[in-house]
């Protein structure tokens, strides 16, 4: 198999462990995209993300390209978390979980297919990976996702995608060259545009959105703890999404 015929297959392998998935969560066509393993902006978010941010090699040492993939909600999940200002929808912590569950099945997936024609490959958990104090991820889904083209962060700081950033990401680290195609890079979120858009920001129910300071993590991720004690009989509900429900949720509005 060339590395285009990799690639195909890859993309195909997602669209069916995601239509075979028998979830409560409905899904619009998932997003896929690739970086080289050699990329500098790798090294780069050891400045701008952390300095214990991984490269892929850290992952792979045999790295030689990286699957980014999303997975968008459909319309109705975004409409049930923005109908209550202050409580999250019991669809998004189900959407949360569900989604959790099948990225993890998706990598599980490619990397026993993969394995099979000699790829080696590897992935990091789509969610729960970060240190709890600093609330920073070794390996972060969504920045992989911009260096593979799929999206550009928001003021909210979720990666905005040509279909929104009502979704959850995943990726995984791979030791064969699949067809980089280097996007141009694309301003999604309407502020960073014209500054026109502070939906994100008012729709904050923690105040942990500012225009000039950008998010605070602890509040928000204080919030999600309490939403979490709230609905302890979900399982892990950890969620908010309020800033996630606005324009940008479904489509790019730039």
């Known amino acids: 198999m060339n590395n285009r015929m990799i690639a195909a297959y890859i993309e195909s392998t997602i669209r069916h462990v995601v239509d075979m998935a028998n979830t409560i969560t409905h899904f619009r066509m998932p997003l896929v995209g690739y970086a080289s393993a050699d990329d500098p902006d790798f090294a780069i978010l050891q400045r701008t993300v952390h300095p214990t941010h991984k490269l892929p090699r850290d992952l792979l040492y045999s790295a030689r390209s990286i699957v980014s993939f999303f997975l968008p ?13 202050e ?20 990598t599980s997936e490619l990397i026993r297919r993969l394995s099979e024609r000699g790829i080696e490959s590897v992935s990091d958990p789509p969610t729960g990976n970060f240190d709890r104090d600093t609330l920073v991820s ?10 593979a083209g799929l999206g550009s962060f928001g003021l909210h700081q979720l990666v905005i995608t040509d279909l929104g950033c009502a979704g959850r990401f995943g990726s995984l680290v791979v030791d064969v060259d699949l067809p980089i195609r280097k996007a141009t890079p694309k301003e999604r979120c309407v502020y960073f545009v014209d500054g026109s858009c502070l939906e994100c920001v008012l729709r904050c129910p923690a105040g942990a959105l500012d225009p000039v ?21 979900m399982g892990s509900a950890t969620v908010c999404g309020k800033c996630a429900v606005g324009v940008c949720a479904m489509v790019s509005s730039v």
């Open 87 to 106: 409580r999250v929808a019991r669809e998004w912590v189900v959407a949360y979980n569900e989604t959790n569950t099948l990225i993890e099945r998706i």
């Open 138 to 147: 070794p390996w972060s889904h969504k920045s992989v996702a911009v260096i």
């Open 73 to 85: 909600f459909e319309e109705h999940i975004v409409r049930a978390n923005a109908q209550d200002e």
């Open 213 to 233: 300071d950008g998010l605070d993590k602890q509040l928000c991720w204080e919030r999600c703890q309490r939403n979490a004690a709230k609905l302890k009989e």
